[in-house]
């Protein structure tokens, strides 16, 4: 009874942080935290939410290496001038 109780919570919760994360990305706010801390909680059950966070990560991760590699480009032109 009880591991059918926490499934479903998990299941719902984590669903729930999914969703709205997932709405974020059309519509303005803050995606990049509620997508993966939705799809970390539904991995604790569910193998293919382990699958998507792991390719979220990925994705988050290229993006991160971009901006650093965007500030760093507007810094060497700062001090260029």
Not at 1 to 19: E, P, V
Not at 56 to 74: E, L, P
Request: proline fraction near 4%.
């Amino acid at each position: 009874m009880f591991n059918k109780l926490k499934y479903g919570l998990i299941t719902l919760f984590g669903g729930l942080l999914t969703l709205i994360g997932a709405i974020f990305i059309v519509l303005p706010g803050p995606a990049f935290l509620f997508l993966p801390v939705g799809l970390a909680i539904l991995s604790l059950e569910h193998k293919w939410a382990k699958v998507w966070l792991k390719h979220t990560q990925r994705f988050m991760r290229k993006g991160a290496v971009k901006m650093d590699q965007f500030i760093s480009n507007i810094k060497l032109m700062c001090r260029a001038n």
